[in-house]
């Protein structure tokens, strides 16, 4: 199955939104490296409690 960059940033903003109701994102963005099969997804947010915004970036690679 394809995907671009819009679905699997909607898809991230889906599920913090479901299962991490303490923070809010504030920018996501995401880039596919098909040649690697892999995406690199950075994700900026608020933590609401304290108000400070934190930022993450994750790999995601498939093993096979």
Do not use: G, H
Request: hydrophobic letters at 40%; proline letters at 3%.
């Amino acid at each position: 199955t394809e995907f671009d960059e819009y679905e699997i940033e909607d898809a991230v903003v889906s599920a913090l939104a479901k299962f991490e109701p303490r923070a809010r994102v504030t920018n996501i963005d995401s880039i596919i490296s098909p040649d690697f099969n892999s995406v690199s997804v950075t994700i900026k947010f608020q933590v609401l409690s304290t108000s400070t915004t934190e930022q993450i970036t994750l790999s995601l690679t498939r093993l096979r």
